[in-house]
């Protein structure tokens, strides 16, 4: 597949709400973690289609700070997912040149994921491909609230001057602060809402919301996304010229 739209213009940064797992699985008569497993094939597929598209980097919500309200079930099951594909995937990321980061709260999560969280982090931190971005335990305004958190102690420790909080400040405090803002973000399913993903970094991001559950989502179909962002433009509250 050629790339559609060349080295410019094209989203250097793609965040994905990969949504409708569970109904690709109820279409199937199959349990709801038939359909993560199936979605968790595709989140490899589509990171491997990201250098051909110029994607630089790629964040995908993988679970929310709201997911925990499913049944105990389908959260361990996910749970379980996510380490078995972290211990399993590290390797081929690796030799991918894939360099991944998680963002979220990490302190509800078990010792154990967390570990392997870490480790896949390190593993991958010389790396300078595609950068990876899995958003687990996550949830926009609870990320705006823990870097106020940290902000406010900053005040308080005198390190930062309150008449210095400002758009260029805060972000600093917030977990994506290495990451550039996303230019382009697709949500799988039919649903069009962000369910409070990157709240603040996507103010003026372009989106797009496609009607394909998401273990349905190919590397091609992201490939005509990019390309139809390339024909958009964006103004960021300004004017055309
Ligand atoms: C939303 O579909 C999907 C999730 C809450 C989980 C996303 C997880 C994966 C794609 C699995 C693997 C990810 C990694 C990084 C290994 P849904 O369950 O809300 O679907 P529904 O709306 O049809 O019920």
Not at 204 to 220: H, N, R
Request: hydrophobic residues 40%.
């Amino acid at each position: 597949m050629v790339n559609p739209i060349g080295d410019s213009g094209g989203p250097r940064h793609v965040a994905i709400i990969m949504d409708g797992n569970g109904r690709w699985a109820t279409q199937r008569g199959r349990p709801r973690l038939f359909g993560h497993h199936a979605g968790a094939k595709r989140v490899r597929e589509v990171v491997s289609g990201c250098p051909e598209f110029g994607v630089k980097y790629l964040t995908i919500f993988a679970f929310s700070t709201e997911n925990w309200k499913r049944t105990q079930v389908e959260v361990s099951g996910l749970m379980s997912l996510f380490r078995r594909y972290i211990a399993r995937e590290t390797r081929a990321l690796f030799e991918k040149n894939v360099r991944v980061r998680f963002i979220g709260d990490r302190v509800q999560l078990d010792d154990k994921l967390v570990q392997l969280m870490d480790d896949l982090e390190q593993q991958t931190k010389s790396c300078t491909g595609v950068n990876l971005t899995i958003a687990l335990n996550y949830g926009g305004r609870d990320e705006v609230a823990r870097a106020t958190k940290r902000l406010a102690e900053d005040v308080k420790a005198g390190k930062l001057d309150p008449a210095d909080v400002n758009e260029e400040t805060l972000p600093r405090y917030l977990d994506t602060h290495v990451l550039p803002d996303p230019d382009l973000v697709v949500r799988t399913s039919g649903e069009a809402r962000i369910s409070n993903f990157l709240l603040w970094q996507s103010a003026y991001a372009e989106y797009e919301f496609v009607d394909t559950l998401w273990p349905d989502f190919t590397a091609e179909e992201l490939g005509r996304l990019v390309a139809r962002y390339g024909t958009r433009e964006r103004r960021f509250g300004g004017v055309a010229v």
